[in-house]
Nanobody, 127 residues
Framework: QVQLVESGGGSVQAGGSLRLSCATS?????????MGWFRQAPGKEREGVAA????????YYSDSVKGRFTISQDNAKNAVYLQMNNLNPVDTAMYYC???????????????????WGQGTQVTVSS
């Protein structure tokens, strides 16, 4: 059974930074795995934020975070990270780590690409 555990969320002021971590257990992140970060704000649909494939050969970002967020992966530690810089209040949401043992491809931001999900970590950005 694959388990994903997120950490690193918290409360920051606008302009601040946070680094989210996703630790996996029960399986190994393979070079053919698509690992992603999604977020969901109250009253809104879950949206794909970033994804990484092939240990970094392919990275994907939503337009709203491009240039501010960076996704990375450490296969030795079976972990995925999301460095978030220049945060603003619209980034406030529950952030989820997701794993899919398929190529990310053009559906990297679709929840259906991913088979396993973490419980989420809350990020709150105040103005």
């Amino acid at each position: 059974q694959v388990q994903l555990v997120e950490s690193g969320g918290g409360s920051v002021q606008a302009g601040g930074s946070l680094r989210l971590s996703c630790a996996t257990s029960g399986s190994t992140i393979y070079s053919t795995s698509c690992m992603g970060w999604f977020r969901q704000a109250p009253g809104k649909e879950r949206e794909g934020v970033a994804a990484i494939y092939g240990g970094g050969y392919g990275t994907y970002y939503s337009d709203s975070v491009k240039g501010r967020f960076t996704i990375s992966q450490d296969n030795a530690k079976n972990a995925v990270y999301l460095q978030m810089n220049n945060l603003n209040p619209v980034d406030t949401a529950m952030y989820y780590c997701a794993a899919g043992y398929v190529p990310c491809g053009g559906r990297w931001n679709s929840a259906s690409t991913f088979s396993y999900w973490g419980q989420g970590t809350q990020v709150t950005v105040s103005s």
